[in-house]
């Protein structure tokens, strides 16, 4: 795929990454000035959006600071406070912003994006139960001991249905916003338009361009051919995937794991999973040259 829709992924994926960024600071705040520091450093992958040889070096910022506070927490075996937790405020308060900009960064590996934007849906799941927990407003300071008692709650949830087959009401199971699922849906189907490209378009081959000849065209006339051989080279086949296979994929998908979140609810992020893991997989297959 030449020249990936960068700017269309990016229209897409943010809107649903600054809707979770707005409901954190709608109830919780206000941030001191080095967790604000923290969280625009933790966005800079969004400059990657225009440049993408600065993703790396986007990234590396908020990786050192993730490591700082998590480094923390384990040595202490508490959640981070003072300098370290107004870093850890400021990571939460900017991750929406670092899903965004990776995610339409790396459109042109569309498996490496559709887990990316998965993986930002979650933190944002994960910050709007941390903000519900709180009850209302709540100052910064309390953001970030929510934060890791929800995922602590979580990983034991899903910990004891895949161990028990339990139904243990995952925290993350109580978040049902509307307007959050369509906004994720916008930013799903900006992540497929790029696999519905002609596939004559990809194939097409550049426009050679035009010189005006130094010598008459008498002079530069090729001789004639003497040997005419029958038979035509074979032209180029695209591969399926580049039609409507990945969107029925993806509906087929949608619709099973909503049926296993009707039957099964502590079985959903299992199935998210294997949802996942199976759609690399056919687009691993569906993109090999035919």
């Not at 709180?134 to 890791?148: E, Q």
């Not at 949830?157 to 849906?185: K, M, R, T």
């Amino acid at each position: 795929m030449t020249d990936p829709p960068r700017w269309v992924a990016a229209a897409a994926v943010l809107p649903v990454f600054v809707y979770g960024l707005a409901v954190t600071l709608r109830f919780v705040g206000p941030f001191p000035l080095l967790a604000l520091f923290a969280a625009a450093a933790a966005a800079l992958p969004l400059l990657a959006i225009a440049r993408p040889r600065l993703l790396l070096a986007g990234v590396l910022p908020s990786a050192l600071i993730a490591t700082v506070v998590s480094v923390s927490a384990w040595l202490s075996q508490s959640v981070p406070t003072g300098i370290v937790g107004a870093l850890g405020e400021g990571l939460l308060l900017g991750l929406p912003l670092w899903f965004a900009g990776v995610t339409a960064a790396v459109i042109d590996r569309f498996g490496l994006a559709l887990l990316v934007l998965e993986g930002g849906l979650i933190e944002v799941v994960m910050a709007r139960a941390a903000v519900d927990s709180l009850g209302g407003p709540a100052p910064a300071s309390a953001f970030l001991p929510a934060w890791y008692r929800v995922d602590g709650a979580q990983v034991h949830a899903l910990a004891s249905a895949l161990g028990h087959g339990l139904a243990p009401n995952p925290p993350l199971e109580g978040v049902l916003d509307p307007v959050f699922i369509g906004l994720a849906l916008l930013a799903v189907a900006g992540l497929l338009l790029p696999m519905l490209r002609s596939p004559e378009r990809d194939l097409a081959l550049p426009r050679p361009e035009r010189h005006r000849p130094i010598v008459p065209a008498s002079r530069i006339l090729p001789p004639p051919v003497l040997d005419v051989r029958e038979g035509e080279p074979t032209p180029a086949v695209a591969s399926p995937g580049g039609g409507l296979v990945p969107v029925v994929g993806a509906a087929l998908g949608l619709a099973g794991v909503i049926a296993v979140a009707a039957v099964a609810p502590s079985l959903v992020y299992l199935a998210v999973g294997a949802a996942v893991a199976l759609a690399l997989g056919a687009l691993g297959l569906l993109q090999r040259p035919r």
